[in-house]
T-cell receptor, first 111, second 114 residues
Framework: TQLLEQSPQFLSIQEGENLTVYCNSS?????LQWYRQEPGEGPVLLVT?????EVKKLKRLTFQFGDARKDSSLHITAAQPGDTGLYLC???????????FGAGTTVTVRA | EPEVTQTPSHQVTQMGQEVILHCVPI?????FYWYRQILGQKVEFLVS????????KSEIFDDQFSVERPDGSNFTLKIRSTKLEDSAMYFC????????????FGQGTRLTVV
């Protein structure tokens, strides 16, 4: 079983539509981070959420951390083809010395 | 902007050979990690390193793997006797410290074992 479950696994939408990616766990995390990864490249950090209930906005991207710090979501408004990529959530649990990753959501935005 | 640098970008090696992957973490960071990603699969944790010792390692990180921080700036991953299934992208990451600080990743080394 995965520590962090991401859903959906694949998402294909038309330019201008909205989308939401979910990251869920039964464990509590000290922090959750969202990354975007292009093929053949390393994950690039988008945001870190730390406080339960926290909402962070990055242009058209909105990130939310659940009140219990067990889940997070990424919402993209008016998606553009440039948003295409693999979105990864990752988190630190309080008793871990590693960043655990979800399996990722592949987002395709069609022009 | 400071970044994590990995070399080489691509390494091809014969099965059974030793390889060393190099990483230069961000200079004031204290925590270092190696991850790998087999083509089309998820990013998998290998090992974390702090204060010159391994903090945690995964089941993947067996006796064939070792890490070292030889000179205060480099952080290396050695695979002693490579297997075909070691073929993957290997990512180094560093973190300034603590469980809420961001981890920054290098561009990765693509290891191909033939």
């Amino acid at each position: 079983t995965q520590l962090l479950e991401q859903s959906p696994q694949f998402l294909s939408i038309q330019e201008g539509e909205n989308l939401t990616v979910y990251c869920n766990s039964s464990s509590v995390f000290s922090s959750l981070q969202w990354y975007r990864q292009e093929p053949g490249e390393g994950p690039v950090l988008l945001v870190t959420v730390v406080t339960g209930g926290e909402v962070k906005k990055l242009k058209r991207l909105t990130f939310q951390f659940g009140d219990a710090r067990k889940d997070s979501s990424l919402h993209i408004t008016a998606a553009q083809p440039g948003d295409t990529g693999l979105y990864l959530c990752a988190g630190f649990r309080s008793n871990d010395y590693k960043l655990s990753f979800g399996a990722g959501t592949t987002v395709t935005v069609r022009a | 902007e400071p970044e994590v640098t990995q070399t080489p970008s691509h390494q091809v090696t014969q099965m059974g050979q030793e390889v060393i992957l190099h990483c230069v973490p961000i200079s004031n960071h204290l925590y270092f990690y190696w991850y790998r990603q087999i083509l089309g699969q998820k990013v998998e944790f290998l090992v974390s390193f702090y204060n010159n010792e391994i903090s945690e390692k995964s089941e993947i990180f067996d006796d064939q793997f070792s890490v070292e921080r030889p000179d205060g700036s480099n952080f290396t991953l050695k695979i002693r006797s490579t297997k075909l299934e070691d073929s993957a992208m290997y990512f180094c990451a560093s973190q300034i410290g603590g469980l809420v600080a961001e981890a920054f990743f290098g561009q990765g080394t693509r290891l191909t074992v033939v």
